[in-house]
C-alpha cells in the first residue's frame, strides 16, 4: 500500500503535533531533561504509577500557544510487583515499545523514555495522554472505520509478544489518533501473546505492514531498542517479524493458556 494510502495515525514521530502542546518529537526531548513533579497516584494501575507533570512547560516556550503543562506517566522500578513468569524491570519494556513502534515506522506508542533520576528511582516516563475512556478497541471495531490502523495493533502486539493487550489499552487522543499504552508485558521470548485483537485472526496481513516488517527484519533492531533487551528477547522480536511476514496471515490463537486478558477493557 502507498505511504499516502496508510492509516492516518501511523507514521513516525517527527510531523504530527497536536493543538495542545510540543510536537512528539519535542515533547520526548523534554520528557528526558525536564525536573518530574509528582500530581499523585493513577490509582487503576496494579503497579505503582504515577502521573507527573514536567517542570517548566506550559509557557509559550514549550507548549504550543501556551496552553498548560505537559503531564506524563511515571513507572518506577521498585513499584513493579514480582511476577513469577516474566523478567524483572518492566518499566524497560515500557520504553522498547516505543523504540519497536517507531522502529517500525508505525507510531502507536507514546514518547516514552527511561529516567534515572526520577522521584522514585530509575523508571519508565511516557507522555500522558487525555483521552475518551469510553472509546476503546471495542468501540473503533465497531465504528467499522478504523480497520487499517487496528491492524497495526494487531501486527505489532505479535511481534512484540505483547501478553496484556486489554481493549481499554488502545485510546483515541482528542485529535483522533489511536495510541497504545500499558506494554509493561510485552518481549518475553516465550509465546505470552494475550489479547482482545483477535478479529483479524486468519486474515491477510496489509501489503504495507509486511513491507515494514521485511524492512525490521533486514535492517536489525535499532541500537536504542537493543540495550533495553537480552540477545534471546531481541532475536525473539526479529524472529516474530520474519514470520508474520513470510505466512502473511494474522495468527489464531494457539498454545494451552487462555488469549485473552483479563479484564478485557
Not at 516514552?112 to 473503533?140: K, N, W
Request: glycine fraction near 8%.
Amino acid at each position: 500500500m502507498p505511504a499516502d494510502q496508510r492509516p492516518p495515525s501511523t507514521g513516525r514521530v517527527s510531523g504530527w503535533r497536536p493543538g495542545t502542546g510540543p510536537s512528539l518529537e519535542e515533547a520526548a526531548e523534554l520528557l528526558a531533561t525536564r525536573e518530574l513533579v509528582v500530581e499523585g497516584r493513577l490509582p487503576w494501575s496494579s503497579n505503582l504509577t504515577f502521573l507527573v507533570t514536567l517542570e517548566g512547560t506550559g509557557d509559550t516556550a514549550d507548549a504550543a500557544d501556551g496552553r498548560g503543562p505537559l503531564q506524563a506517566v511515571y513507572k518506577p522500578h521498585q513499584g513493579e510487583q514480582s511476577l513469577w513468569d516474566f523478567p524483572d524491570g518492566l518499566y524497560r519494556r515500557e520504553v522498547a515499545a516505543f523504540q519497536l513502534s517507531e522502529a517500525l515506522g508505525w507510531g502507536l506508542v507514546p514518547p516514552t523514555v527511561l529516567r534515572d533520576d526520577a522521584p522514585f528511582g530509575p523508571g519508565s516516563v511516557q507522555l500522558f495522554i487525555a483521552a475518551d475512556y469510553e472509546r476503546h478497541y471495542f468501540t473503533f471495531l465497531e465504528d467499522g472505520e478504523r480497520e487499517g490502523e487496528l491492524q497495526a495493533f494487531c501486527a505489532f502486539d505479535v511481534v512484540a509478544n505483547n501478553a496484556d493487550r486489554k481493549s481499554g489499552h488502545v485510546l483515541a487522543a482528542a485529535d483522533d489518533r489511536l495510541w497504545g499504552i500499558d506494554h509493561g508485558l510485552c518481549f518475553h521470548v516465550q509465546h505470552k501473546l494475550r489479547t482482545v485483537i483477535w478479529d483479524y485472526a486468519d486474515e491477510e496481513v496489509p501489503r504495507w505492514i509486511v513491507d515494514d516488517l521485511e524492512r525490521l527484519v533486514a535492517n536489525g533492531l535499532p541500537d536504542d531498542l537493543l540495550a533495553l533487551l537480552s540477545p534471546a528477547e531481541a532475536k525473539a522480536v526479529l524472529d516474530r517479524a520474519a514470520r508474520l511476514a513470510a505466512e502473511g496471515v494474522f495468527p489464531e490463537p494457539y498454545g494451552d493458556r487462555s488469549p485473552y486478558p483479563w479484564p478485557l477493557v
